[in-house]
């Protein structure tokens, strides 16, 4: 009985590892299939390639930039404080990126990205509060950032700017007159906090 029943686990397995090799290569990510990777020149990628620049969202027809870890300007370890140039609004060069020595806010990383035509794009922008909301994944793996790390790599579990601008501060920062909303992607809450605040952040293009 023993041979016999040490027979059928080896022919069990042998089915098994037959069944996996005929499996097809090209499975789709099943969670977010609604994402796909772009590289840098603005093509769209498989989704199992890398490394990619852009992340397009086929359900809202924007794309974000995608962050890395190289120490460039879209190094995910920056962070900026909130400044629109044009209208001399907000804190300028108050953030943390060691790429510039001169400017450290998100005008300043708005017309870079622009200049460099990251994903053959040049009108890049911050996002509105709902449309970075619209990344956040509430069911990130333990310790992780709350997004879809497969497509949004390196992203923190802190802080990132949006566009709405001009609103009342309250609490200790009510001094400080008005801020700019932020996206935390710790839990996925909004909050409004002061312009001279070193956040992380996250451009997006639309058509």
Request: net charge positive.
């Amino acid at each position: 009985m023993k041979k016999k029943t040490r027979i059928a686990v080896i022919i069990s397995v042998l089915i098994a590892v037959v069944i996996i090799s005929q499996q097809p290569k090209d499975i789709p990510l099943p969670e977010h299939s609604r994402f796909q990777k772009w590289d840098k020149n603005g093509k769209p990628m498989h989704n199992w390639h890398g490394p990619w620049a852009c992340v397009f969202d086929q359900q809202t027809g924007l794309l974000w930039e995608n962050k890395t870890d190289d120490e460039s300007i879209h190094d995910s370890y920056w962070s900026y404080s909130w400044y629109d140039e044009k209208n001399k609004k907000g804190k300028a060069n108050f953030g943390d990126c060691y790429f510039e020595p001169n400017r450290c806010d998100t005008s300043d990383l708005i017309r870079r990205v622009n200049k460099q035509k990251t994903c053959g794009r040049d009108n890049w922008r911050l996002p509105t509060s709902e449309e970075l909301r619209s990344i956040v994944f509430l069911q990130p793996k333990t310790g992780e950032a709350t997004i879809a790390n497969d497509f949004f790599s390196h992203t923190k579990r802190g802080d990132y700017w949006t566009a709405d601008s001009d609103l009342p501060l309250t609490g200790v920062f009510a001094h400080l007159g008005h801020g700019a909303r932020a996206v935390g992607f710790v839990e996925g809450k909004v909050r409004v906090i002061p312009y001279r605040n070193a956040a992380f952040v996250r451009l997006v293009s639309s058509d």
